[in-house]
């Protein structure tokens, strides 16, 4: 049948991938029984499953497939993050791309014409080749920093935490080709740009609220003109010198060889590695915050229903939505009346700024309450961050708001196999009508 001008109801699925994201959300035209369903994949990739449940990538592919009924409208893959889309390499990849998109959606650092060496870049995305290299560049300090990981004589939390973003931080081009070759129509987005969601989900308004792109963030173009050494190009080549060689960066310096160290180096050496255990993790944490900052946000309207589905965004990405953008007033009355927030990256503390939390006015601390702001959050405990530092993920202080103020649901709470996912459905055919509350499907 075709669709009806509007749809009259949403669903959203939030896939237990572990630590990662999937969302498939379906826009239901037509009254039940009878419904159109168009479907939007967003993110498919994981960095880790639980380890008890029986979840498995290959075990969402094929329920997306289902569930989608063969067909995918269109498919967004956020950022290039591993956690976000590992899922579209290998098997699974070839499950999703057999889907068919009719519209695929990644940002801007993604698009053949900004990468170093392309010939013709759009206006938009003038000057853009050095710092879309550099982001290539980073996918080289990224692997040579689990190299180096493994040899550190650091403490293991280091160690874990260095190997953990510099796994989701691996170039994962297997994903990336897979999405480069899907059929449909490829649009890189950043903010204010078309998404061209509009055209394959009618009565369906879609805001693209990041990433900027170089133009328009003056705090990126500041960070730009102060790293005039290509620092991420310099680290990864020397990185690539010393592999490719063999030879150390320093020849002439006195090297020593063994387990056994002499005498009078052995109360400083393991301090040594100690810091440089504590410096490598500080690079490559940067890395993760600069990839993130890449993000695409959607913001869908649905009749009077807004659904924020921000990818891994954080404050800086944010910052230009909410404050530098010639439209962030009218933004901000936007993200105000948000009903559905999916929650940024996984629930870390910086990809859910105060300016944001504050716009949202469906907070609401009576969980009876009519049109009460409901969140989701597809994470995994224990992965990222420090306890010890303020800096876990899920963040305890934000998943207490979350809780207080907001219907919430998380993955977290799925502990078998024959929960695969979590449901949300939101009626919007009636503009004042809440949406129901979260279950496990």
Not at 24 to 41: I, M, S
Not at 84 to 99: C, E, R, Y
Not at 106 to 116: C, L, Y
Request: aromatic share 6%; net charge positive; glycine share 8%.
């Amino acid at each position: 049948m075709a669709a009806t001008k509007q749809p009259t109801s949403v669903t959203i699925r939030s896939y237990q991938v572990g630590f990662g994201d999937c969302f498939l959300v379906a826009f239901n035209y037509g009254e039940d029984g009878k419904a159109e369903r168009r479907h939007v994949l967003i993110d498919f990739g994981s960095t880790g499953l639980p380890a008890r449940g029986g979840f498995s990538l290959d075990a969402v592919a094929k329920d997306i497939k289902e569930k989608a009924a063969g067909k995918l409208t269109a498919v967004v893959a956020t950022h290039r993050h591993r956690d976000h889309i590992s899922g579209f390499g290998g098997k699974t990849g070839k499950v999703i791309a057999d889907l068919n998109p009719d519209v695929v959606v990644q940002p801007w650092t993604e698009d053949p014409r900004a990468k170093p060496g392309a010939k013709a870049p759009t206006t938009a995305l003038s000057g853009a080749k050095g710092f879309v290299g550099a982001l290539a560049a980073m996918h080289e300090v990224a692997r040579f920093s689990l190299q180096e990981a493994a040899a550190l004589r650091a403490p293991k939390t280091v160690k874990e935490q260095i190997a953990f973003l510099g796994d989701d931080n691996l170039a994962n081009l297997d994903a990336i080709k897979t999405l480069m070759d899907m059929k449909g129509e490829h649009v890189y987005a950043y903010y204010g740009i078309k998404s061209g969601l509009e055209k394959v989900l009618p009565g369906v308004k879609v805001h693209v609220l990041g990433p900027p792109t170089l133009k328009q963030s003056h705090a990126i173009e500041k960070q730009r003109d102060e790293d005039r050494d290509e620092f991420w190009h310099l680290q990864a080549k020397a990185a690539q010198r010393a592999a490719a060689t063999g030879k150390p960066l320093f020849p002439r310096a006195t090297q020593v060889t063994g387990s056994v160290l002499p005498v009078e180096t052995r109360w400083f050496l393991p301090r040594i590695e100690a810091v440089r255990g504590d410096q490598l993790l500080e690079i490559v944490r940067i890395l993760d915050k600069a990839m993130n900052n890449t993000s695409v946000i959607l913001l869908f309207e649905v009749g009077a229903k807004k659904l924020l589905f921000p990818g891994d965004a954080q404050l800086e990405n944010w910052m230009y939505s909410l404050k530098e953008a010639k439209e962030a007033s009218a933004v901000r009355k936007l993200l105000s009346k948000v009903d559905v927030y999916k929650v940024g990256h996984h629930g870390s503390l910086n990809a859910t700024p105060k300016t944001l939390w504050n716009l949202f006015q469906r907070k609401n601390a009576d969980e009876h309450k009519k049109g009460r702001l409901q969140t989701i959050v597809s994470t995994m405990a224990g992965k990222h961050g420090s306890v010890d530092r303020g800096t876990e993920v899920p963040r305890s202080k934000l998943v207490q708001a979350l809780k207080t103020d907001s219907t919430f649901a998380t993955t977290q709470s799925l502990t078998s196999k024959s929960a695969l996912c979590l449901t949300i459905s939101i009626p919007v055919q009636v503009a004042d009508r809440a949406a129901s509350r979260s279950h496990h499907a």
